[in-house]
């Protein structure tokens, strides 16, 4: 049988009710399908049916982002994350200090460095040029959030991977369409940024710099995620399609013997897995709640309405992405959550599958700061900036992720 639009609806609605009020996400979403499913006019059998299989469903996409954990691990572990981000500013110079710091978080995170470990990881050399700078705690803040922005819509991120394999499209070809929305975030970041220089609260005296060095190459350091690259986007060379499963754990490999760490392995990864079983256990509950949703006549239900609203086909993408992020307070929880809900919907309207996931994924960078959610609380805490202040760069993160999903649809309609 066929869920009703209501039932699917509800039970979206009400599992976006629940995380709101800070509910374990995964629960949530399974307790949203149950209710979608029941209210939709199914059985209980039946709803347990359709949860089950939306879980098989994103099976494919949960073993790639575990298989991604061994690079992420290899990379935060080992050092070489940290050593990336000091050789990049060091190169620009104290006198790019807000570009160098958003260069070098968008680096981090667009090599597969989750957005808040990859803000962590520049922090404290952040937080030192701040104090030598005399630039305000935000200023530096706004310039790696903006940065691991951009970088996360041109990243092998657990987000990325599950818009690709929900729009049915290669990683590398949805990593490489969203260069330019990335370029334009970094040039907004860097703008907006040097706004907010001396605004705000500074460094105090009592701030003690790092000396912790770590003693590895860069040409080391980025071994690894050149090598997971080189095997994403060999297939337009080569033919071989080396799938995400395969080349990002070669990449963690790779990188760890370089690197001369190959002693340290075991303990790397085991590090990396513990970091992508949330997000995988996550999925797990999104996969549930797209269960009901493709069995419902919700995808009839919105097409409907956005031709009878006026809505253009290709703004349910971006809109999409938004509305979950700003629902979940994250990028990899609203693209997996909108991707779910919407990807046959985008499809079905006449957007072609790259640029519906290209857009959606730069839309749920819009919103997925808000302060329900880990990363607004978890980025404060890396400069020690208080709430107060953390809440005033909300509307410059916003503008940050609106320029980017402005350039995503200028893109479909001048690309397309």
Not at 244 to 271: D, H, Q, R
């Amino acid at each position: 049988m066929q869920i009703s639009s209501f039932g699917a609806i509800s039970g979206l609605a009400f599992a976006v009710f629940l995380i709101l009020r800070k509910y374990t996400p995964i629960y949530s979403l399974m307790s949203g399908a149950l209710i979608g499913g029941l209210l939709g006019g199914a059985g209980i059998s039946e709803t347990v049916k359709y949860m089950m299989l939306g879980v098989q469903d994103v099976t494919p996409a949960i073993l790639r982002i575990l298989g991604a954990g061994v690079l992420v691990g290899v990379l935060i572990e080992s050092g070489a994350a940290e050593k990336i981000s000091e050789t990049i500013i060091e190169k620009f110079g104290e006198e790019k200090a807000l570009f160098s710091l958003a260069l070098a978080t968008l680096v981090l995170t667009g090599i597969g460095v989750f957005v808040d470990v990859a803000v962590i990881t520049v922090s404290p050399i952040a937080i030192g040029l701040a104090k030598r700078l005399d630039l305000s705690k935000i200023s530096v803040l706004l310039a790696m959030v903006g940065g691991g922005k951009a970088g996360n819509i041109i990243s092998p991120n657990p987000n990325t991977i599950y818009a690709a394999e929900s729009f049915g499209v290669s990683l590398p070809s949805l990593m490489g369409i969203n260069i330019l929305p990335a370029v334009l975030g970094l040039i907004t970041t860097c703008l907006l940024a040097g706004c907010l220089k001396y605004k705000g609260e500074k460094v105090g005296d009592d701030f003690a710099q790092s000396t912790g060095k770590q003693h590895i190459h860069f040409w080391a350091a980025v071994a690894g995620p050149a090598a997971a690259i080189t095997l994403l986007v060999m297939r337009s060379f080569t033919g071989l399609d080396f799938d995400p499963l395969i080349a990002l754990p070669v990449g963690g490999i790779t990188g760890c013997a370089v690197m001369g760490k190959m002693s340290n392995f075991k303990s790397y990864i085991f590090k990396g897995l513990n970091r992508m079983v949330g997000v995988a256990v996550l999925l797990m509950g999104t996969g549930t709640i797209s269960g009901i949703i493709k069995n419902s006549n919700l995808k009839e239900f919105v097409l409907v309405f956005a031709g009878k609203s006026g809505l253009s086909e290709f703004f349910l993408a971006p809109f999409s992405g938004a509305l979950m992020s700003a629902a979940t307070a994250s990028t990899s929880a609203g693209v997996a959550v909108a991707s779910a809900t919407f990807s046959g919907i985008i499809i079905s309207s006449g957007v072609k599958a790259l640029y519906g996931a290209a857009m959606l994924h730069a839309g749920a960078t819009v919103f997925d700061h808000l302060p329900h959610g880990s990363f607004f609380h978890a980025t404060a805490g890396s400069t020690s900036v208080e709430p107060g202040e953390r809440l005033k760069l909300i509307p410059y993160e916003t503008a940050v992720g609106l320029a980017m999903s402005c350039a995503s649809m200028l893109v479909y309609l001048f690309v397309n």
